[in-house]
């Protein structure tokens, strides 16, 4: 695996599987790519050691949660990113079932191109989203509009639309990096009909709703913080930790309207694609807590995909978005740590087509997750670089919080 990612070149070799560390030991990852699935709880060591060169690649069905007694040093890379979407590969044939993406740790998927092989449906799948209880429900990023070939049409290219990006965290207006705005996915064709609407042109699906929703911008986080101007204490608007949330699938292109009845007909033209899975939830505790040169954390989103076959592209999925990553410690030093090391972003859009500048059925990218440092005082706990401030080395801007309980 290959992945270009908060500015950092991820490089991910043959991976061997890691197991649980005794508890209270020093935990120590090996040189080169190391698995590790969430599903057995907090990891409870002495200490926890990610060397340079170390690539540790977090999935599983929940959040990835180390509590350190000493210190969790971080020279290497802690990857909880959710999965990239994959392309169907067929075409002029029924498609078989895709489902969307997964999500990094507790992260959720991206929608579904298709749940039943051969079936095509009006709007791709929408991406999934967690709820306060775990579960994961379809309200992520929206399917883009299948679209339907004009009678007569001399179009021979793809005419759908493009998946919504998932969304999570507030958006970063005005930020030149890419994956900190939730976007919406592009229409399809101009001269193409919507499956669903029976208008041109095919909608793009809409990007997913954002966690936060009462309208103030400065509680946009969980915990508690305390207002440096005023003293007031202010409760985040979160309830709880969560992970991103996926992107949706595009639509489908099919010639006449007659394809989308879910029969098993040989001739549907173009596929759907699925969208790319949220960016999961890691939560790092320890009494010292240090990053180091070449040392990252990295919850950002999957990204959408499309079908490609020469210089035709087949309608863009909906990127997943950045997840959250929660550090807690009575220190934390950040001194020799490169820009952008703790990133939670949105994952890119897949392109639309035909051609790969073109915005017909452009995927939306993902928006951006959380990133939260907790310390009790920081003016001393946090130390930076020269020159440097906590925004230069997360993506998102991270809060900062009071401890958690």
């Not at 969790?72 to 959710?82: K, Q």
């Not at 191109?113 to 449906?121: K, L, N, P, Q, T």
């Not at 292109?253 to 949220?278: H, I, K, S």
Request: charged content about 10%; some cysteine.
């Amino acid at each position: 695996m290959l992945a270009l990612t908060a500015g950092l070149l991820l490089l991910a070799p043959a991976a061997s599987q890691s197991p649980l560390p005794p508890p209270g030991s020093d935990w120590v990852l090996p040189p080169g790519t190391t698995n590790f699935a969430t599903g057995n709880g907090p990891i409870l060591v002495k200490s926890m050691t990610v060397p340079p060169g170390a690539y540790v690649r977090v999935s599983g069905p929940d959040a990835f949660v180390v509590v350190a007694v000493e210190t969790i040093s971080i020279a290497g890379v802690i990857d909880a990113r959710g999965f990239d979407a994959k392309p169907v590969g067929t075409l002029l044939t029924p498609p078989p079932p895709s489902l969307g993406a997964p999500g990094g740790p507790a992260g959720a998927a991206g929608g579904d191109a298709f749940r039943a092989h051969g079936a095509v449906s009006a709007v791709g799948g929408a991406g999934r989203v967690s709820t306060a209880s775990g579960a994961f429900v379809p309200r992520g990023g929206g399917g883009g509009e299948s679209g339907v070939l004009p009678p007569l049409a001399s179009l021979l290219g793809p005419v759908q639309a493009g998946g919504g990006g998932g969304a999570f965290g507030p958006d970063e207006l005005g930020s030149a990096s890419p994956g900190l705005v939730a976007e919406d996915g592009e229409p399809g064709h101009p001269s193409a009909l919507g499956a669903l609407s029976g208008a041109a042109p095919p909608q793009g699906g809409r990007a997913g709703g954002h966690a936060f929703v009462d309208g103030d911008p400065t509680n946009d986080f969980f915990g508690v913080k305390r207002d440096a101007a005023t003293g007031a204490w202010i409760h985040g608007e979160l309830l709880a930790p969560r992970g991103g949330s996926g992107g949706g699938a595009s639509g489908a292109t099919v010639p006449f309207a007659w394809m989308l009845t879910g029969q098993n007909d040989p001739y549907r033209f173009m596929t759907a694609t699925p969208g790319g899975g949220g960016g999961g939830i890691v939560s790092l505790r320890a009494k010292h807590i240090e990053v180091l040169d070449g040392g990252a954390v990295v919850a950002d989103g999957g990204a959408g995909t499309a079908l490609a076959a020469g210089a035709i592209a087949y309608g863009g999925s909906g990127g997943g978005s950045g997840g959250m990553l929660m550090l807690q410690c009575e220190t934390i030093d950040l001194t020799g740590a490169t820009i952008f090391a703790l990133s939670a972003r949105g994952g890119p859009g897949g392109i639309g087509g035909p051609g790969a500048t073109s915005s017909v059925g452009l995927g939306g990218s993902g928006g951006p997750g959380l990133i939260q440092v907790h310390v009790a005082d920081p003016d001393a706990a946090i130390a930076l670089p020269t020159f440097k401030g906590l925004s230069d080395l997360s993506s998102p801007s991270a809060h900062v919080l009071l401890p958690l309980p």
